[in-house]
Structure formats: C-alpha cells, structure tokens
C-alpha cells in the first residue's frame, strides 16, 4: 500500500469520525507496528494509555460520568483557570451593559419614530400604527442581536478555549486570539442552535426540549473538534443518541443543584432592588444599580462553572462513543429543518392574533366618534331607529318629505338654542325641549314618525341630523351642528 493511499485512508477514516485510538486500535489488528503507527497517526500507540498526548484525542470509556463526578471535573477546570474567568467575566459584563444600553436607544427611538410615522401615513389606522411600529422594533433588535452577537460569540469561544485547555496553561493573550479565529464559526453554530431549538419549542414546547438535549454539545464542537454550520449540531445529536435521558438527567441535576444554592442569594438582591427603587430615592436608585451588578458579577463567575460541567458532559460523552463511528448521516436534516421551520411560522400567526385582537379592545373602548357617521350606528341610545335607512331607498318617496326634514331641523335647532340661552348649554335628549316647539311636540321623520338624529358631544357642542330621500344615487345626510358658544352651522 503506497503512501498516499494510507493518507487517503487516514484522512477518510478521520472524517467520518473515527479518533486517532479507534483508528491506531484498528492499525494494530491489521499486523502495524507501534513504530508504524506512531509515524503515521502521531498519536497514542493503544487504547489503554491513560494520558494523552493531543488534547483533540479521547480514551474511551464504558460509561458516561455521574453527576458528582462532572462536578468534580468541572471544579477541577473551574478553579485551575479562574484568573482568566474574572477577566472574560469583566469583559462579558461590559459587552452585555453596552447591549442594554445601545438596545434601549436604538428600540426605544425606532419604535418612537415608527408609530410617529405610522400615525403620519396611516391616520385612524389602528392596525397599520400597530403593525408598523412592531416591525420597526424587530428590525432594530434583529440588528443590534447579529452586530453584538458577534461580540458575545468572541466571548464564548474564549471561554471554551480556557476551558478546553485548562491542562496547557494557555496565557490569556492567547486564547483571546484563538477565539477570535473561531468565533464566526461558534456564531452560526449559535444561530442554528436558536433557530432549531426556539422553532421547535414554538410547537407546544415539548420538541425544543428534546433539540436542546440533542444539540447540547454542538457550541464546544467549532473549537474543540474544528466542525462547522450544521455538522456541528448532527455531531452533538450523535452523541447523544442513546444517552438522551442520562444527558438530560446530569443537565437537569445541575441546574437544581445550583439553583438552589443561589435561589436564596438571587431572591434577596432582587427583593433588595425593588425596594431600593420603590423607597429610597435617588441613593436608593444607585443602590440598585449597584445591586444589579453584584447580581450579575455573581452571573459571569457561575456562568463559567456551568459552561465547565458541560465540557465535562460532553468529554464524557465523547469518550463514551469513542469506540463507535460518529455517522452524522444518520440523522435526517429534512426532519430537523421541517420541524424547526413549522414552529416559527406560529410566530406570524400569534402577532396576527394579537395584533387584530388588540384592535379589537381598541376599538372597544374608544369613545364613539361625533357627526353624522353616528348615523349608523345601531347601538345609539338617541331615540335614533335605523329602520328609517330602510325607507330612504324608497324611490317612491316625494321630495316634500326632504323639505319637510329640513324645516323640522330648523325648527328644533332654534329651540335648541333658546334653551342654550336659558341654560347656557344644550339638552340631553330632545324632549327636554319640547315646551320650546310648536304644541310642545317634537317633530318627528314625516315619513316613518321616528325621532331625528340628537347626539349631545363632550365638548358642549350637538349634532342634529336627518336622512334624506334620493332615489338617483344614494341617501344623503342633512345635519345641523351646535357650537359650544350657542350659534348653529347647517352641514350637508
């Protein structure tokens, strides 16, 4: 067998996922010396060495760690490198104030000026204002999301990269270099991830529960294993198969492990801060501020210790497969995608629900509009019957019943205004005038003897209207409007 053929074949067994053990284990079967084996792999000569020489190189195992365990190795690597968690803690801490900060200005003014502008374009419009202004806040949080989520991926990929090498003693300066290399790779691997984790817990919460475990690993596999985009997620899922209720066991032991020790020390400062805010002014204020960044100091030290244990769950789990092939292929991405996909297009369907439901209320209780649009409305409480809308279509109807309307309207507006002069504003109803009018009665539509249209407005003013009779195109209104100061306008 030529050189370049062994290369090939070392190269293909490489990227289907075989580690160097697996792949010296299967050399040594074939009859190869350690000699051989040394100068082609480069690596550890059998399964059994207990050290290893290449970081990216696993001894296998037969078991996956407990939980106590993990806890162990994750202390281990936590407090062999806690200088530089302190640091890459501060800098997070930084990165994340300046996202705060710069998210406030940039959605605060962006929804500002989107319902300015909606109001502008679409006046009256309560779902277009709505709409409008929704869109323009997702656009500004998708923008400032993807530019400072670059920034937090240099961060996470840093902090994988001290972990990773906790055994090497990797100066800072260096990791942060590393990081940077791989820090566009973890961002995608990160953006999946949101994407297939968040889409599928949109579809009743149950399946992004199981893509969370599935894909758990996938952000350590951009650094510790140097796989990109999608591989990265179907790799973490290989891992796991078999193991979905032990890995999700060890996740959920931890977080009721940890959560409890800080519940009680989280639940005092978030207590503190409210009443800080709530009692003592402006000291008080500063106090909370100050509170809220002990509470997230607190944060960025257990941060690390938890990304620690899950490198060891992972370690664990990649030692555990390491007698077997690693064969992304298996999993069926269609599946994966198809799912993820369905659970994010409930998201348009919710926004559209709440959007006209909103409108709905609004509209509800929004204080019904003055002039003759009240004409129809069916819900009136003026005496006004829409029944007389059904006999203005009448062609037969004589033009004397329009002038008839018309004088009965002057009529009752001069009453109006005598009672103005008596009383310095305008009755409630109608037939608080009657003693004003010709035998003390009000004149009603002479073509169905039902009430005119009277609708007494805040502001002090009235609307008195009728509908008039036109058989060549539609009906048409005629109105008299009452100022506040007693004088009256005829409206057509």
Same mark, same amino acid.
């Given at each position: ?118 109001? &502008? ?43 990773h090498t906790y055994k090497e003693k990797i100066d800072l300066g260096t990791i942060m270099s590393r990081a940077f290399k791989t820090m566009i790779p973890l961002w995608w691997v990160s953006m999946l991830l949101s994407f297939f984790v968040s889409g599928a817990s949109f579809l009743l919460f149950i399946p992004g529960i199981i893509f969370a475990v599935w894909f758990s690993n996938a952000l350590f596999l951009p650094v510790t294993e ?165 006999? &203005? ?75 008039l009779d036109d058989p060549t195109t539609y009906v048409k209104e005629y109105c008299i409007k009452g100022a506040a100061d007693g004088t009256i306008a005829i409206q057509q």
């Amino acid at each position: 067998m030529s050189d370049n053929t062994i290369q090939q074949w070392l190269a293909q067994a490489r990227a289907a996922g075989f580690s160097d053990v697996q792949i010296t284990a299967q050399l040594k079967q074939q009859g190869w010396g350690d000699d051989q084996i040394q100068k082609l792999v480069g690596g550890a000569t059998s399964p059994s060495v207990a050290t290893v020489t290449d970081r990216n190189q696993v001894v296998p195992s037969d078991t996956i760690p407990d939980v106590l365990a993990l806890f162990k190795q994750a202390w281990e690597i936590y407090k062999s490198r806690i200088g530089a968690f302190v640091v890459i803690g501060l800098i997070f801490l930084f990165i994340e104030g300046l996202l705060y900060f710069v998210s406030f200005l940039l959605v605060g003014g962006t929804a500002v000026l989107g319902i300015a502008s909606s109001a &502008t374009v679409f006046k009256g419009n309560t779902t277009a204002q709505i709409a409008t202004s929704v869109l323009a806040i997702s656009f500004a949080s998708v923008a400032v999301t993807v530019i400072f989520g670059f920034f937090l991926a240099w961060v996470w990929s840093a902090l994988i990269h001290t972990i990773h090498t906790y055994k090497e003693k990797i100066d800072l300066g260096t990791i942060m270099s590393r990081a940077f290399k791989t820090m566009i790779p973890l961002w995608w691997v990160s953006m999946l991830l949101s994407f297939f984790v968040s889409g599928a817990s949109f579809l009743l919460f149950i399946p992004g529960i199981i893509f969370a475990v599935w894909f758990s690993n996938a952000l350590f596999l951009p650094v510790t294993e140097g796989t990109r985009g999608m591989q990265s997620l179907l790799r973490s899922k290989e891992y796991v198969r078999g193991a979905w209720w032990g890995v999700l066991g060890r996740q959920l032991a931890f977080g009721l492990l940890v959560g409890a020790a800080f519940f009680g020390l989280f639940l005092v400062l978030g207590l503190g801060t409210i009443f800080l805010r709530n009692t003592a002014g402006a000291i008080g204020a500063m106090a909370s501020i100050a509170v809220t960044f002990v509470y997230l100091a607190i944060t960025a030290l257990v941060m690390p210790f938890g990304l620690c244990y899950s490198y060891a769950l992972y370690s664990g789990l990649r030692a555990y497969k390491a007698r077997a092939a690693i064969d992304t292929q298996q999993t069926k991405k269609a599946g994966l995608i198809i799912t993820a996909i369905a659970g994010w297009l409930v998201i348009p369907l919710i926004g559209i629900g709440i959007v006209a439901f909103v409108t709905s209320m609004t509209n509800s209780f929004l204080p019904a509009s003055t002039g003759s649009n009240n004409l129809f409305n069916s819900n009136s409480s003026y005496n006004f019957n829409t029944n007389s809308l059904n006999n &203005t279509n009448n062609s037969t109807t004589s033009a004397g019943n329009n002038d008839q309307r018309k004088a009965d309207l002057n009529t009752i507006s001069a009453a109006l205004v005598k009672y103005f002069n008596q009383h310095s504003a305008y009755p409630t109803a109608l037939t608080d005038i009657a003693t004003l009018l010709p035998n003390s009665k009000v004149p009603a539509d002479p073509s169905d003897n039902t009430s005119y249209y009277y609708y007494m407005n805040s502001d002090g003013t009235f609307d008195l209207c009728a509908l008039l009779d036109d058989p060549t195109t539609y009906v048409k209104e005629y109105c008299i409007k009452g100022a506040a100061d007693g004088t009256i306008a005829i409206q057509q």
